[in-house]
């Protein structure tokens, strides 16, 4: 048996001279068969696999994902943030989703009108904040990302809303839409008509926190450049 370090890589055809891989069972250009012993050039193929096993990996070249996915999301927070600093301006602020939040405070009142009166007159405030978290769970389930992230920024300016109007149960400054003044009866009733500034500050932090949490997650496949998912049908 020939020792390993006196394979040759290369070999000459007999016939026409033409260089071939000493791996090669025949000739590339007279298609002859090279006399190369059977064993030399299994003995060969397995040194020439072992060099590939041991070769470095070629450099992968990530993907480039397109720069869009990165600005559109940016500018999404930027309008976002613009909004959420208007409670800081204004007193009292009413946004553009306030409209939407107050149709649906008082369709709550209609579908818990059928329960107690304290659970009747909460039902506008519950279903304020249920609407908004069914469509981020909605948006979840689909997949549908900016979404159901828009929709968490939505159901933390809703409880920005609840604040302002948790806020006014004592000064009832407010203009209110069938007369009666939903947290007055509820503060009165918990027994924390007392603290209705307390009571807005803890609910203006819990959706000043939602807030900050769809930020975070929008920041965060803005980074990843994630495909824009506002729909089944919607991807870009």
């Known amino acids: 048996m020939e020792n390993?370090?006196?394979i040759p890589e290369r070999i000459n055809c007999p016939y026409c001279g033409a260089d071939n891989h000493?791996?090669?069972e025949l000739c590339?250009?007279?298609a002859k068969e090279l006399l190369v012993p059977a064993q030399v050039r299994a003995e060969a193929?397995?040194?020439?696999?072992?060099?590939?096993?041991?070769l470095p990996a070629p450099p992968s070249h990530p993907v480039q994902l397109p720069a869009y996915r990165l600005w559109v999301r940016l500018l999404?927070?930027?309008?976002?943030?613009?909004?959420?600093?208007q409670w800081f301006r204004q007193t009292n602020y009413f946004s553009f989703l306030d409209h939407t939040n107050l149709l649906i405070h008082e369709a709550g009142h209609v579908v818990f009108g059928i329960f107690p009166r304290f659970l009747m007159v909460a039902g506008g405030t519950i279903f304020q904040l249920l609407v908004p978290a069914a469509f981020v769970v909605a948006g979840i389930r689909q997949g549908q990302n900016l979404s159901w992230q828009l929709c968490l920024f939505w159901?933390?300016?809703s409880l920005l809303n609840i604040s302002v109007y948790a806020g006014d149960a004592v000064r009832q400054a407010l203009p209110l839409v069938g007369g009666g003044h939903d947290w007055a009866y509820l503060l009165a009733e918990l027994g924390l008509i007392a603290h209705p500034a307390g009571v807005a500050g803890v609910i203006f932090a819990a959706g000043s926190a939602v807030i900050f949490l769809s930020f975070y997650f929008i920041w965060k496949d803005a980074?990843?450049?994630?495909?824009?998912?506002?729909?089944r049908s919607r991807r870009w």
């Open 28 to 30: 590339g250009v007279c």
């Open 4 to 6: 390993e370090q006196e």
């Open 76 to 85: 999404v927070i930027g309008g976002l943030s613009l909004v959420y600093l």
């Open 155 to 157: 159901l933390g300016e």
């Open 45 to 54: 193929k397995m040194r020439k696999r072992a060099a590939e096993l041991t």
């Open 22 to 24: 000493i791996t090669s």
């Open 223 to 231: 980074l990843a450049r994630e495909s824009i998912e506002m729909g």
